[in-house]
């Protein structure tokens, strides 16, 4: 019989991966358990405190010959690879018919755009009778659930490469210039491998976790052509996951805003941003539903200057997550630009020329033409900014915001 298993909060930031103990799993039921399809790599709510660092949970489709021993399997590798030691790792794992995955879709859609509790988790498991193995406080069902309930209509792959156990921990051994290679050639049917302003190959990890590297992109084959240009120490096992990275799966439209949320927002700059200690630029904009803060933190890098260079009154479209009230920002649409206006001398109607201040309180004057005038003009600036979407850079991006070179939308200011 056909299952989906679903494994979640099974690392801590001193090691291990929710991927690599899937592919442990896979790998010691295969006998009496074929895989079917890729893995899925699903990524729930980025503001979920409890999370270890990208929310990230595993299911895969297998049809089981022997579930009772499937589970015997997982439990044992679950004792002896997960984190359990670490305060914050609470695993679970959910064996769920095939025929009961789509019964679990809003849940999946509630833990990638809203909050869960554990209780709402053991309610769907009892409700449909899901077998399940939980560890500590079992707070791992509620991703375990989402990731078999997923409904991926976009989606991207992940080829992920896992170390040897024995270097787990260790410097990785990676020739940085063949990821800036593979981008080259292959950008952008795979994206965010390397950021190139920024100087940072973003496949490459830098947690003490098993994977030595993930590419991301929208071509199976392709991702795997790629691979074979990247100098690096030898990988262990590598695999495909079917993910929904890049697709703004997190986002929430039109609604009341609320804390460890995120969402995408019109409204109009009420002031112009300013910068705080550390160089976070904020800003406030007027929506329908009231005043918002928007925040450009500082890993944005250069991002911040687009937030700069907005002024009062522009109105634009902001995405992000909503944290302590201030929504911290992935990417804007510039709708329209409010129009910008200096003060300046005014210019002699003889030779064209600006005017000079003829004293104090004595208006201007043209030195060469003798004429006068009494008042500043006001002049329109060009906008540096133009109308469009803006995004933060590769090395600032969230595994599940939508880069724009995936958005099928005009007036894109990609970052490469
Ligand atoms: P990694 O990305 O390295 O796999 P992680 O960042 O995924 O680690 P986890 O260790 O999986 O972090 O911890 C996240 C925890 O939060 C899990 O227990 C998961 O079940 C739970 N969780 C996920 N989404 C929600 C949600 N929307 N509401 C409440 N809890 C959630």
């Known amino acids: 019989m056909r299952f989906w298993i679903g494994i979640d909060d099974t690392d801590s930031v001193k090691g291990m991966c929710t991927t690599y103990i899937a592919l442990l799993l896979i790998d010691a039921i295969k006998d009496f358990g074929e895989l079917i399809g890729f893995p899925r790599l699903i990524r729930l709510n980025p503001t979920i405190p409890y999370k270890t660092r990208g929310n990230g949970a595993v299911s895969f489709l297998v049809d089981l010959e022997d579930l009772d021993k499937a589970m015997e399997i997982a439990d044992e590798i679950i004792k002896r690879h997960a984190e359990l030691s670490d305060e914050k790792t609470n695993p679970g794992v959910v064996f769920v018919r095939e025929d009961k995955a789509p019964l679990l879709r809003s849940f999946a859609e509630r833990a990638i755009k809203d909050v869960l509790k554990i209780e709402d988790a053991i309610e769907i498991i009892e409700r449909h009778s899901i077998p399940h193995l939980s560890y500590k406080n079992g707070r791992g069902l509620i991703g ?20 040897f156990p024995e270097k787990f921990g260790k410097p990785r051994v990676v020739d940085e210039n063949s990821f800036y290679e593979l981008d080259f050639k292959y950008y952008p049917t795979i994206f965010d491998t390397v950021d190139w302003c920024n100087n940072v190959v973003m496949a490459v990890p830098g947690t003490p976790c098993p994977v030595l590297f993930g590419i991301r992109g929208e071509n199976v084959e392709i991702l795997k052509e790629s691979i074979k240009m990247l100098k690096t120490e030898k990988w262990d096992k590598k695999a495909i996951f079917i993910t929904n990275h890049a697709t703004d799966m997190h986002i929430v439209e039109g609604e009341e805003i609320k804390e460890f949320r995120s969402y995408r927002v019109v409204g109009r700059v009420m002031k112009k941003p300013y910068d705080i200690i550390g160089g976070h630029v904020f800003f406030e904009i007027g929506t329908k539903n009231g005043n918002l803060t928007c925040a450009a933190f500082e890993p944005t890098k250069q991002f911040r200057n687009v937030v700069r260079d907005l002024i009062e009154g522009d109105l634009i479209e902001v995405y992000g997550s909503v944290k302590s009230s201030t929504l911290n920002l992935e990417k804007i649409r510039v709708i329209s630009l409010a129009k910008k206006f200096a003060e300046m001398n005014p210019s002699c109607p003889i030779c064209g020329r600006r005017m000079e201040s003829a004293g104090k309180g004595q208006g201007f004057r043209c030195k060469k033409c003798k004429t006068k005038a009494f008042e500043k003009i006001r002049v329109e600036m060009r906008r540096k900014l133009e109308t469009g979407f803006y995004e933060v850079p590769p090395c600032a991006r969230r595994h599940l915001t939508k880069p724009l070179i995936r958005m099928k939308v005009e007036k894109r200011h990609v970052f490469r």
């Open 144 to 163: 375990a659930l989402a990731s078999v309930g997923a409904n991926l209509e976009d989606f991207v792959y992940e080829l992920i490469a896992y170390r």
